[in-house]
């Protein structure tokens, strides 16, 4: 009961610091433009977004008008509007802030800082915000990623990996070598997949050198290098000078293009364990990615240890989570817009209603749904036959893979997410 009462009072603590949040960009935003402190309004609207649960902050100029929008778990939201003439100050104070050229405006920039989110006296929260600038029709517009995750410890049970998927990835990071590719589209929580197994990897006995475009998160006990297309350190120039450094653990940020892919390749076939991200929409579809960019079909078929496809799905907020229990008439409408044999004989799902905790949006947080390919003697020998991610696909599937919808259904049955959200974004 004491537990309860504590956890009820610390959501109606961070409810009130959210109010007295918005309200103080609100207070700010009622002044006369001339008399608006640009300071104390980005510094507010910050840690509003921080305590909103916000990854980004977008600052969209219009013709009369500046609008902030945020997004949380994956989904924009309106959030204030700003007068037009406070629009070029905002912009100049984010340069400002992050380095950037204020004298510049018609050309792209992007830079970083840290910031500090006024929680209370005693516990501030740090944490790096990446900026981007870029010349619109309407001037400059500005969109802030909030890093804030750095202080979390992830793990691998925690990003939603099943217990079945879980032992296949764990067997994959004992191995000396290799690669492990995760693949998905942007924003699906790739990269939070590699830095959690770099989290797990991370030994004084193991040397772990990482290239990136652009560094997500410092790790202590790291080597993190930036991609810097002006000195020309790119991925592949990156990895070849990494390669002279002695390290067993690699992380590339991306595979985008053929040299790139055939480095990595050697890079695992010499000893190292090499950890990257594709842009595909499914696991099986990796494999003749690695094809098409002109990687040999044996080269592909003893390197790569799991391909993980991988999407986010927001979670039902457990504070207004409702069952509910389909109709005939809906159960056979859901089993129509899926593929055959994906919905079991299950008709009880779960909802959220909505209510302070989450915003009325019904959802709080998201976790990942996967598919994990592991590359078997029988995956193997199709990858040499040039097969197609089809019947890649069959294969995978006839030796125990479950597909990212099918990891979906599973979490949508067991109260972690609704069966909308997951329909949502698998047709994305």
């Known amino acids: 009961m004491i537990r309860h009462r504590g956890v009820f009072l610390y959501r109606v603590i961070i409810y009130l610091l959210m109010a007295v949040d918005k309200s103080s960009v609100e207070k700010e935003l009622a002044r006369p433009a001339g008399e608006i402190s640009i300071i104390k309004l980005v510094d507010s609207l910050v840690d509003y977004a921080y305590d909103s649960r916000a990854s980004d902050i977008h600052f969209d100029p219009t013709e ?5 929008r945020l997004r949380i778990d994956g989904v924009m939201h309106g959030a204030f509007t700003f007068p037009k003439e406070i629009q070029e100050e905002i912009i100049s104070r984010i340069k400002v802030l992050s380095g950037l050229r204020t004298d510049e405006h018609q050309a792209a920039q992007d830079g970083r800082f840290k910031f500090t989110a006024s929680k209370d006296s005693k516990n501030k929260v740090k944490f790096d915000i990446r900026v981007s600038v870029i010349p619109t029709y309407y001037e400059e517009n500005a969109v802030l990623r909030l890093l804030a995750e750095q202080g979390q410890s992830f793990t691998l049970e925690a990003i939603g990996f099943s217990d079945h998927d879980l032992k296949i990835v764990k067997k994959a990071v004992t191995k000396p070598y290799g690669m492990i590719l995760a693949t998905g589209p942007t924003g699906s929580g790739k990269t939070t997949t590699l830095y959690t197994i770099l989290k797990n990897l991370n030994t004084p006995e193991v040397s772990i050198i990482t290239i990136e475009d652009p560094i997500e998160y410092s790790l202590e006990g790291v080597n993190q290098i930036q991609v810097n297309n002006q000195t020309s350190l790119t991925f ?7 390669l002279r450094q002695d390290p067993n653990v ?7 293009d053929k040299e790139t892919a055939g480095i990595a390749v050697n ?6 364990l090499l950890l990257s991200t594709l842009h595909t929409n499914d696991a099986a579809t990796t494999l003749p990615r690695l094809l098409d960019m002109g990687i040999e079909p044996f080269l592909i078929a ?4 799991i391909a993980i496809g991988q999407r986010l799905v927001r979670r039902i907020c457990p504070d207004c989570k409702t069952k509910k229990e389909l109709t005939a008439a809906e159960f056979q409408n859901l089993g129509n817009s899926l593929p055959p044999g994906v919905l079991g004989p299950n008709r009880t ?8 905790t989450c915003g009325d949006s019904g959802y709080l947080g998201r ?8 590359v078997t003697e029988a995956i193997r020998e199709t990858i040499t036959s040039h097969s197609s991610a089809m019947e890649i696909r069959k294969i995978a599937v006839k030796e125990g ?5 099918q990891d979906g259904l599973k979490k949508a049955e067991e109260g972690i997410t609704s069966i909308e959200e997951v329909l949502r974004v698998m047709h994305e």
Not at 302 to 305: D, E, F, R, V, W
């Open 401 to 405: 893979m479950t597909t990212i919808l």
């Open 302 to 305: 003893s390197t790569i240890n």
């Open 250 to 256: 690699i992380m590339v940020g991306e595979i985008r």
């Open 367 to 374: 976790i990942g749904i996967h598919e994990v390919l592991e």
């Open 349 to 356: 799902f779960y909802y959220g209603k909505g209510c302070k």
């Open 267 to 272: 890079a695992a076939l010499t000893g190292h």
């Open 236 to 242: 592949a120039n990156g990895l070849r000078s990494v």
């Open 64 to 68: 009369d008008k500046l609008n902030v």
